[in-house]
T-cell receptor, first 107, second 117 residues
């Protein structure tokens, strides 16, 4: 079993839609959680950290459920520019990256 | 954007040849990392460095070595390249161990696409 698992997608949604991604992790001792964004053939960049109480940054909301060991990312009012791969990342002594979920927002 | 460059950006080589990839930073960050990214896998850590001449292995270190003689440079060497090492290689930096606290970001270079024939 992979330490961090994501549905690779792709998720195809129309502009303006709300889309949610989930990610599960296997190590209950994991300490910190992040979502990174990676555009096609580019380097990953930090999108947001995920706090225990949940956190929001504009149209993006991240949630952490430690009991069930999953993290979620909600994107509201999707834009064409949101098309990318979203990487779930967990810190357990080192960063462990999921394989990513691909989002394609269509006009 | 963080000042990280990687060279070369693209390379095609033959099985059995040595290859060295270079990562250069202008941020004076203590930690530097080498990852590889392959379809179906997340980014996987090859080696990392926590200071000049201080390095440690990651989860996929076999067949790779690294050196860090200056704060700004971190070299990844494939001693004898194999086709299984065809991949995209990313260098990353952070000013403390990346991820140990929220908002402790790891900054990535633009990547090197390596093809081993």
């Amino acid at each position: 079993r992979k330490e961090v698992e994501q549905d690779p997608g792709p998720f195809n949604v129309p502009e303006g839609a709300t889309v949610a991604f989930n990610c599960t992790y296997s190590n209950s001792a994991s300490q910190s959680f992040f979502w990174y964004r990676q555009d096609c053939r580019k380097e990953p960049k930090l999108l947001m950290s995920v706090y225990s109480s949940g956190n929001e940054d504009g149209r993006f909301t991240a949630q952490l459920n430690r009991a069930s060991q999953y993290i979620s990312l909600l994107i509201r009012d999707s834009k064409l520019s949101d098309s990318a791969t979203y990487l779930c990342v967990v810190f357990t002594g080192k960063l462990i990256f999921g394989q990513g979920t691909t989002l394609q927002v269509k006009p | 954007d963080a000042g990280i460059t990687q060279s070369p950006r693209h390379k095609v080589t033959e099985t059995g040849t040595p290859v060295t990839l270079r990562c250069h930073q202008t941020e004076n960050h203590r930690y530097m990392y080498w990852y590889r990214q392959d379809p179906g896998h997340g980014l996987r850590l090859i080696h990392y460095s926590y200071g000049v001449k201080d390095t440690d292995k990651g989860e996929v270190s076999d067949g790779y070595s690294v050196s860090r003689s200056k704060t700004e440079d971190f070299l990844l060497t494939l001693e004898s390249a194999t086709s299984s090492q065809t991949s995209v290689y990313f260098c990353a930096i952070s000013d403390r161990l990346a991820g140990d606290v929220a908002n402790n970001e790891q900054f990535f270079g633009p990547g090197t696409r390596l093809t081993v024939l």
